[in-house]
């Protein structure tokens, strides 16, 4: 009897001894994550990264009306500018996702285009945008993309030769003649703007996600915090009774 009862005080303090041990790896564990984090920022100590405001509180997205007039602002400027602004607003793309169209990209018969998503870790990862049937009809126009595709060489080759900074500055300008300023006065608040848009337009979050190319719906589900027309017929309803 005597040597069971010492059996069971070993096994209790080994089983103690080994709750302290993995108590102190999961705080070394911790420290060394801290370490290999660094200090948190703003957007991680939030849980997430804003697409709608920078930290002092500067919108970035355009409006549906900013929109509409860098559309009308994109109206007057040389063809080659015309399709590449047009195609940006419309498709919600990156600036250099949109650079990096071919001819053999372009699928005028499903009305689609069909990008690489160049932010995801590794390459061939495509997916398909609809794009307006008169857009396609333009490109087709301008760059003659039927006739390109007859030709490997030119079907293989850039629709728009520019780099970056300079599609930038072509989008820029847009922007200025619109008389459009503020963080929101970029590439980018074009394709803020175009997920904004999609989930107050009624398209389901799904489609959005896909549009985008995002990985996680997390990450599109911010879009929806922007304040859209039936928000404010709500907030309306409250005003009124002032």
């Given at each position: 009897?005597?040597?069971?009862?010492?059996?069971?005080?070993?096994?209790?303090?080994?089983?103690?001894?080994?709750?302290?041990?993995?108590?102190?790896?999961?705080s070394v564990?911790?420290?060394?994550?801290?370490?290999?984090?660094?200090?948190?920022?703003?957007?991680?100590?939030?849980?997430?990264?804003?697409?709608?405001?920078?930290?002092?509180?500067?919108?970035?997205?355009?409006?549906?009306?900013?929109?509409?007039?860098f559309?009308?602002?994109?109206?007057?400027?040389?063809?080659?500018?015309?399709?590449?602004?047009?195609?940006?607003?419309?498709?919600?793309?990156?600036?250099?996702?949109?650079?990096?169209?071919?001819?053999?990209?372009?699928?005028?018969?499903?009305?689609?285009?069909?990008?690489?998503?160049?932010?995801?870790?590794?390459?061939?990862?495509f997916?398909?945008?609809?794009?307006?049937?008169?857009?396609?009809?333009?490109?087709?126009?301008v760059?003659?993309?039927?006739?390109?595709?007859?030709?490997?060489?030119?079907?293989?080759?850039?629709?728009?030769?520019?780099?970056?900074?300079?599609?930038?500055?072509?989008?820029?300008?847009?922007?200025?003649?619109?008389?459009?300023?503020?963080?929101?006065?970029?590439?980018?608040?074009?394709?803020?703007?175009?997920g904004?848009?999609?989930?107050?337009?009624?398209?389901?979050?799904?489609?959005?996600?896909?549009?985008?190319?995002?990985?996680?719906?997390?990450?599109?589900?911010i879009?929806?915090?922007?304040?859209?027309?039936?928000?404010?017929?709500?907030?309306?309803?409250?005003?009124?009774?002032?």
């Amino acid at each position: 009897m005597g040597s069971v009862q010492v059996t069971a005080e070993v096994l209790l303090d080994f089983i103690s001894r080994c709750t302290v041990l993995n108590k102190m790896r999961h705080s070394v564990y911790l420290v060394n994550a801290n370490i290999r984090s660094g200090p948190p920022s703003p957007s991680r100590e939030a849980g997430t990264v804003s697409f709608l405001y920078d930290p002092e509180g500067n919108r970035k997205y355009l409006t549906t009306s900013e929109r509409s007039a860098f559309l009308d602002a994109v109206a007057r400027r040389p063809a080659e500018v015309r399709t590449f602004c047009r195609l940006l607003a419309y498709s919600g793309a990156r600036i250099s996702e949109i650079l990096a169209l071919t001819p053999r990209h372009i699928d005028s018969s499903a009305r689609v285009i069909i990008v690489e998503s160049l932010k995801k870790r590794r390459r061939g990862v495509f997916r398909a945008l609809p794009v307006p049937a008169k857009l396609l009809d333009e490109l087709e126009q301008v760059h003659r993309i039927r006739e390109a595709q007859t030709d490997p060489k030119r079907s293989a080759a850039r629709i728009w030769k520019w780099c970056r900074t300079t599609a930038w500055h072509h989008v820029k300008a847009c922007m200025e003649e619109a008389e459009i300023s503020g963080r929101q006065a970029v590439p980018k608040g074009l394709r803020h703007g175009f997920g904004v848009g999609v989930l107050q337009s009624g398209v389901p979050i799904n489609l959005l996600k896909k549009w985008l190319g995002h990985s996680r719906l997390s990450t599109t589900e911010i879009y929806a915090d922007a304040v859209g027309a039936e928000e404010q017929a709500i907030a309306r309803r409250f005003w009124d009774t002032f």
